[in-house]
């Protein structure tokens, strides 16, 4: 059996790699344990500035859940509990480090609210987003009722969510839930290119401006303000913000070590 999730690493980036294709990648308690693992370890891993996750296989990056995991109901309690107690989902929030969202084919259910907890998104042109739960006598599980608002906004993710209507990749974008939308074919080398820009630039602030941005979605402006003005007065005397200024002056590339 191979296993669930993949990675490997070189030039700053991490490439996760959802590998159930003869399953379109749907999550299964294997997969979902094999993915946090695959997190953490790229957020501590000090060679790694950027993360990618993809789905392997030619059709899609994620189906949702695994439907053959759902053969019994547990009690409300047991249920309920084992939500509050789910912490898979956790690390995509703690991860100080980017994680792009690579999306082909099929991004449904709980693929998108992968998707969502990812801090970019950019998707092929065959990319095709659903939230199918309320038609199955659910609602969203790890957050999509909570994240797809912050990111399209209240009226597309209610007509999202209550219809569970699939939206195509170009409707997607249109509505903010991805950002970059490419050629199928493109895709690969396009989530490279994008991955290799974010890698290249100083760590500590892409971390600092992360944070800062994902603050903003909770924090009263005022308080963002402040926030915002205290992590970039500690990055004034980092070695790598000293080394761009040099850089410029000198007219040449920087050299960044992440200090």
Do not use: Y
Request: proline share 6%; with cysteine.
């Amino acid at each position: 059996m191979s296993d669930p999730v993949l990675m490997e690493s070189g030039g700053g980036i991490a490439r996760i790699t959802l590998n159930r294709p003869e399953a379109r990648n749907a999550l299964n308690a294997a997969m979902r344990d094999a993915l946090a693992r695959a997190i953490r370890a790229a957020e501590a891993d000090g060679a790694v500035r950027v993360l990618v996750l993809r789905g392997a296989g030619p059709h899609g990056f994620c189906a949702g859940a695994d439907i053959k995991e759902f053969t019994e109901v547990p009690s409300p309690t047991e249920f309920r509990q084992s939500r509050v107690h789910d912490s898979w989902i956790r690390p995509f929030d703690e991860a100080r480090k980017p994680i792009i969202a690579s999306i082909h084919g099929h991004c449904l259910g709980g693929g998108v609210e992968i998707a969502l907890a990812c801090d970019i998104r950019i998707a092929s042109e065959d990319a095709v987003f659903a939230l199918p739960e309320t038609g199955l006598g659910v609602i969203t599980g790890v957050g999509g009722s909570q994240r797809l608002p912050r990111v399209v906004g209240l009226g597309h993710a209610l007509d999202m969510i209550l219809t569970g209507e699939r939206v195509p990749a170009a409707r997607a974008q249109a509505m903010g839930l991805v950002s970059r939308l490419v050629a199928p074919d493109a895709l690969a080398g396009a989530t490279e290119e994008l991955a290799a820009r974010i890698a290249a630039r100083p760590p500590m602030a892409v971390a600092f401006a992360k944070e800062a941005v994902r603050a903003a979605q909770d924090l009263p402006l005022r308080e963002g303000m402040k926030l915002e003005v205290d992590l970039s007065t500690l990055l004034l005397n980092t070695e790598d913000r000293l080394e761009a200024a040099r850089a410029f002056r000198e007219k040449r590339p920087s050299r960044f070590t992440g200090r």
